[in-house]
């Protein structure tokens, strides 16, 4: 039996025709399943709120702050380091600012 895993390149890898349903269902996966309980709970619950009214900028938006590391966004959020302009909107949603 061949034991297969899946790299970070390939959880990244995303079929541009892909359909919106599918793209919000694998955003709210990569929400609820990141390193850290902490951001589990803050971008799952986000995720489950919100990314079905999204616009398609919005979702690549959050597609992007999710390739981030956990313990850069859990700063951000909790406000004990500064964000990245890229990210300042949306890490503001999400710490409720």
Same mark, same amino acid.
């Given at each position: 039996m061949t034991?297969?895993?899946?790299s970070e390149a390939d959880l990244d890898r995303v079929? !541009?025709?892909e359909p919106r349903e599918t793209r919000i269902k694998r955003l709210k996966i990569r929400s609820w399943r990141r390193?850290?309980?902490e951001m589990?709970?803050?971008l799952g619950g986000y995720a489950d709120a919100h990314l079905a009214e999204m616009?398609? !900028?919005d979702l690549d938006a959050f597609d992007r702050l999710l390739k981030e590391n956990d313990q850069d966004l859990y700063q951000w959020v909790s406000g004990q380091?500064?964000?990245?302009e890229a990210h300042a909107?949306?890490?503001a949603k999400l710490a409720g600012r």
């Open positions: 034991d297969y895993r899946l079929p !541009e025709d390193g850290i309980k589990d709970l803050i616009s398609d !900028e380091a500064p964000v990245p909107l949306l890490i």
